[in-house]
């Protein structure tokens, strides 16, 4: 069934005229004796992501428009359910969250949505750069300033992201913290 889901994924590209994919990861997470396996790859600017549970697909996100290249794919479980989430981090500079993730349980994936990545205002004194890691189980999104506070414009600020759920299903919320000054 994990050849069926990437199967479809290359079947899709060949379709695109591209017959190898321009980024591939492949990762896993494991616990309690469950595997998910997750295939996350690129073609032209198409994103393609599968995932199997203990051998089993179980879907995943098939044929999402990207802009830019990804920086960064990790699998965590911030919300200590016991599944897994996969977020893929885009290069960019965009006032707006560039962010895809999904969420896996035993039978199928579902999308996560991400406070401000549609309509809502940018971060104050937003200037690009951005980057984006996993700490404490939170995203962390740091991005440059365009007024720095010191003489050696050296100036980021910082947006924290909690997962919750909602009647819509889960998403990143910005966390409760204000977005912060650091130097590097």
Do not use: H, W
Not at 8 to 17: D, H
Not at 113 to 136: F, K, M, Q, T, W
């Amino acid at each position: 069934m994990l050849r069926l889901g990437f199967a479809l994924a290359f079947c899709a590209a060949a379709l695109t005229g591209c017959s190898k994919p321009i980024f591939q990861n492949d990762l896993s997470f494991v616990k309690d004796g469950n595997e998910y396996d997750f295939r996350v790859s690129v073609v032209k600017d198409m994103l393609y992501i599968s995932c199997k549970y203990n051998g089993a697909d179980i879907g995943g996100d098939y044929g999402r428009s990207i802009a830019g290249s990804i920086a960064q794919v990790a699998v965590k479980d911030l919300n200590s359910d016991g599944y897994p989430e996969l977020y893929v981090f885009y290069d960019g500079s965009s006032p707006v969250p560039d962010i895809t993730a999904i969420t896996c349980n035993e039978r199928a994936c579902s999308g996560i949505g991400v406070l401000g990545a549609v309509g809502g205002p940018g971060p104050e004194n937003y200037c690009g750069d951005d980057s984006y890691s996993i700490e404490n189980n939170l995203v962390i999104r740091k991005y440059r300033l365009c007024r720095t506070p010191s003489p050696t414009g050296a100036g980021f600020g910082a947006m924290a992201y909690t997962l919750g759920r909602n009647s819509f299903g889960y998403i990143l919320n910005l966390a409760d913290a204000p977005v912060r000054t650091v130097s590097n």
